[in-house]
Nanobody
Framework: QVQLVESGGGLVQPGGSLRLSCVVS????????AGWYRQVPGKQRELVAE???????NYADSVKGRFTISRDDAMNTVYLDMNGLKPEDTAVYSC??????????????WGRGTRVTVSS
């Protein structure tokens, strides 16, 4: 019913920047909240940033001041602007959206992820 597709990952040098995009499509009534998570092999997935429908925002301490999450409701798109990237930011970044569908069914949906590699 709902699909999330991420894009924008890639290889970047330390100190560089990337913009991740997550397009939410399907039978959407409202996107209640959306967030970016990341995971590296052998570790638990961690929240990077989240934004609610009322634009309340939360960041992981490790990315505060470097990453910015935003949303474009007209395009059903969520962005993650990442600046000052560090090697420890290397991970697969996945988008999550808490969606109420046109059938008034609410649940979390996930994208497949986009890989970010920070290396010289």
């Amino acid at each position: 019913q709902v699909q999330l597709v991420e894009s924008g990952g890639g290889l970047v040098q330390p100190g560089g920047s990337l913009r991740l995009s997550c397009v939410v499509s399907g039978r959407i009534r409202v996107i209640n909240a959306a967030g970016w998570y990341r995971q590296v092999p052998g570790k638990q997935r961690e929240l990077v940033a989240e934004i609610t429908r009322t634009n309340s925002i939360n960041y992981a301490d490790s990315v505060k001041g470097r990453f910015t999450i935003s949303r474009d409701d007209a395009m059903n798109t969520v962005y993650l602007d990442m600046n000052g990237l560090k090697p420890e930011d290397t991970a697969v970044y996945s988008c999550n959206a808490r969606v109420t569908t046109t059938s008034y069914y609410s649940t979390d949906y996930w994208g497949r992820g986009t890989r970010v590699t920070v290396s010289s």
